[in-house]
């Protein structure tokens, strides 16, 4: 039989343990690199290096100047994305959930649409273009007029 100190002193070092194994588990906070997905894309010519955000334009004066924002820096690295092209769309009459999304990309660029019907009757439209040096751009339209249907005593408004 072992002594109670000795009971004790085993379980203090297997308390220990434990917490150092959790500190290190799967699903703990340590960072773990990412597993293969089969996609096999080039790593990039320039390794990575964390730097400090750019404080913005510089004075006037002698010096390199920041690329303007929107812009890519310098040592920007630009690697394409993966190349996609997809569509859905849903039209619920019952429920009056009408809506649709499409979009393409060659990997650098992507354009796309997606329409939402408003609670008004208008049917939002969003057409789009991003890409990976200028950003996001939409143009926003409606089809359709808006339509408010008569509440409680003849006030415009939705019935409850």
Not at 53 to 73: D, F, I, T, V
Not at 99 to 110: L, Q, T
């Amino acid at each position: 039989m072992i002594s109670m100190k000795t009971f004790i002193l085993i379980s203090i070092f297997l308390v220990g343990l434990a917490y150092i194994y959790a500190q290190i588990a799967p699903g703990s906070n340590a960072y773990l690199p990412p597993k293969e997905n089969g996609y096999k894309y080039p790593g990039p010519k320039t390794p990575f290096k964390p730097g400090r955000p750019s404080p913005g334009p510089s004075p006037p004066g002698p010096g390199p100047r920041p690329p303007p924002r929107g812009e890519p820096g310098p040592n920007h690295v630009h690697m394409p994305g993966m190349p996609f092209d997809f569509q859905y769309a849903v039209n619920d009459i019952e429920t009056a959930n009408d809506y649709a999304h499409k979009a393409a990309s060659d990997g650098d660029e992507v354009k796309g649409e997606y329409r939402v019907q408003l609670p008004d009757g208008r049917t939002q439209v969003v057409r789009y273009t991003a890409d990976w040096k200028t950003g996001y751009h939409a143009d926003v339209s409606y089809e359709g007029e808006p339509r408010f249907p008569q509440g409680p005593g003849g006030r415009p408004g939705y019935k409850y």
